[in-house]
């Protein structure tokens, strides 16, 4: 159950989010990357695969509160301690653990007097951002209370046109399914992946996300299919005949599930394996200088 609390802040931080798209909707940003698909496709690892090759410096969002993309690369984010602007270690909040502050009101009060487009960013900058000399990484993470990712989600359209100036690319990885579109956390993206595997359930679901995307508002200028690890010749020549823009399969690569039982990070992968090898041949096709 929301409380009148939350619900309130909830209020403050769609209105907030309402005025930066406003003000901030065409403020130059790097390079939107937005990979979707069904539960199980393969999605963050493509996503952690593809920002391996992207020109620095990088930003890498996590909008599934399961945290898939830190694991992929390495990072247990739940033991993650920064330092802030004044010297102080703390450990590092999801999208989500920052929300809860601010329905709880601390996390403003430590601001003081201010606008909320002014306070919010700061407070992303300060508590949330992951950083590495290879890239940083912002993530939604779980709720641990009940209620619903509302707040969250308002809380995450500051991101790319608060920050997004700042870095060549940004990845965004997305959870499964097609609510997170629904919720329009992301309104504007340069290229969308959609990462399927050799299933009738994938062609409609790539029917579906043009069509939510279209009702929702939600802009982009490249629309891509990528086949997962499981494709064959037959799928897919089947998918390179769907309309769209199909770059092609990720090659299957035993080290991938390997290197994720260890927890360590697909950017260790030697350059030869396959997956990097398929990847990298995606992200050609799509324009990108690697």
């Given amino acids: ?51 391996r090759y992207l020109k620095p410096p990088l930003l890498l969002c996590d909008i599934d509160p399961d945290q898939s993309l830190g694991a992929m690369l390495g990072i247990d984010l739940e033991a993650t301690r920064i330092k802030t602007e004044i010297g102080r270690e703390v450990p590092i909040k999801s999208i989500s653990d920052l929300t809860s502050d601010i329905e709880d009101e601390d996390a403003l009060m430590e601001l003081g007097g201010g606008e909320l487009t002014v306070k919010l960013p700061l407070l992303l900058q300060w508590y949330t951002q992951y950083r590495s000399d290879q890239f940083d990484l912002i993530s939604l993470g779980p709720k641990w209370t009940e209620g619903d990712y509302r707040s969250a989600n308002f809380l995450f359209e500051f991101i790319v046109p608060n920050i997004g100036k700042n870095y060549a690319h940004i990845v965004i990885d997305s959870p499964a399914g097609l609510e997170h579109l629904n919720r329009r956390v992301v309104g504007s993206v340069d290229d969308l992946f959609v990462v399927v595997d050799p299933s009738a359930k994938s062609l409609k ?72 090898v398929s990847v990298r041949e995606i992200l050609g096709k799509a324009g990108y200088e690697i």
């Fill in 1 to 51: 159950m929301v409380t009148e609390h939350e619900d309130y802040a909830s209020k403050i931080l769609a209105e907030t989010a309402r005025i930066t798209r406003i003000t901030k909707s065409k403020e130059k940003t790097g390079r939107v990357l937005m990979v979707t698909g069904r539960g199980g496709t393969g999605k963050s690892t493509f996503a952690a695969l593809a920002s």
């Fill in 205 to 276: 679901h790539i029917e579906r996300v043009k069509k939510i995307t279209e009702h929702v508002g939600i802009k982009y200028v490249h629309f891509y299919i990528v086949g997962n690890h499981e494709f064959d010749d037959e799928a897919t020549q089947m998918f390179s005949n769907t309309g769209e823009t199909f770059l092609g399969r990720m090659a299957h690569d035993d080290r991938v599930r390997e290197y994720n039982l260890k927890g360590r990070s697909l950017w260790e992968l030697p350059d030869d394996s396959p997956a990097c």
